[in-house]
């Protein structure tokens, strides 16, 4: 039997990272809704998910997310998540994670508030089993919940992959101080880029790139200087709004 604190679904597993709360589940199934620390059922400003995806559906699930594009498509996916509109993407980027292959798109959108999000996909494809990971965080408050959340993604464990236990780091480009890049670093000390996140939203400073430097860390996370290689969210075109 796993540990309490472990959660467990066909295919998976992930020892849960201090502080996450249990919002919703149905455990048969595998599928856990979890609520970050720093946030509570009453102002929920965070919120991840985990579900196995089973073979039948894996196609199909990467043919919506590489669909995203499409203004329809993208409406469409921000309605099922009880959104407004799409307000600007990022292209599907593969990753190889030690547990797989990862598919990750992201996207900022509008809650009714009128709140920014960033949305965060994450299919993950292992030997024998794939899941997919949702996160959604306030953009003017992603430095609270962007570190448990992708120390959660580092902690799903596949089945017929061995364990692994990469360390999470920001980036701090001294060229690009419009975002700050996260990164896994696997014991092969390769990063793994995962995400960028912006330094202001909506003329709202978020993080000063200079005071970084100085402190050495983002709510505990230790960051390195060196070159972004991944592109923050842009408004587009094609983007929806409400």
Not at 10 to 31: D, E, R
Not at 116 to 123: A, D, E, F, N, Y
Request: proline share 10%; net charge negative.
């Amino acid at each position: 039997m796993p540990p309490e604190d472990t959660l467990s679904g066909p295919g998976y597993s992930v020892q849960l990272p201090p502080g996450f709360t249990l919002a919703a589940s149905v455990p048969i199934a595998g599928v856990y809704r979890l609520l970050p620390p720093g946030t509570t059922p009453y102002n929920i400003e965070a919120l991840l998910q985990i579900r196995p995806v089973q073979a039948f559906e894996l196609q199909p699930l990467l043919q919506n997310l590489y669909s995203l594009e499409n203004p329809f498509v993208a409406q469409a996916q921000a309605a099922n998540l009880g959104l407004v509109g799409v307000v600007g993407t990022l292209p599907v980027r593969q990753v190889q994670l030690p547990q797989g292959l990862a598919h990750i798109r992201e996207f900022d959108a509008l809650n009714y508030m009128g709140i920014p999000l960033r949305v965060m996909v994450w299919v993950i494809i292992g030997a024998q089993s794939a899941v997919e990971v949702l996160v959604m965080m306030s953009l003017c408050r992603w430095t609270a919940f962007v570190a448990p959340c992708l120390d959660f993604v580092g902690r799903v464990n596949l089945s017929g992959v061995p364990q692994a236990a990469p360390q999470l780091r920001a980036l701090v480009d001294e060229h690009r101080k419009d975002q700050i890049e996260y990164q896994l670093v696997g014991p092969d000390h390769e990063p793994i880029p995962l995400t960028a996140l912006p330094t202001s939203v909506g003329g709202t400073v978020i993080i000063h790139v200079d005071t970084l430097i100085q402190t050495g860390n983002i709510n505990g996370t230790g960051i390195a200087v060196g070159a972004h290689s991944t592109a923050t969210v842009k408004s587009e075109p094609s983007a929806v709004t409400p």
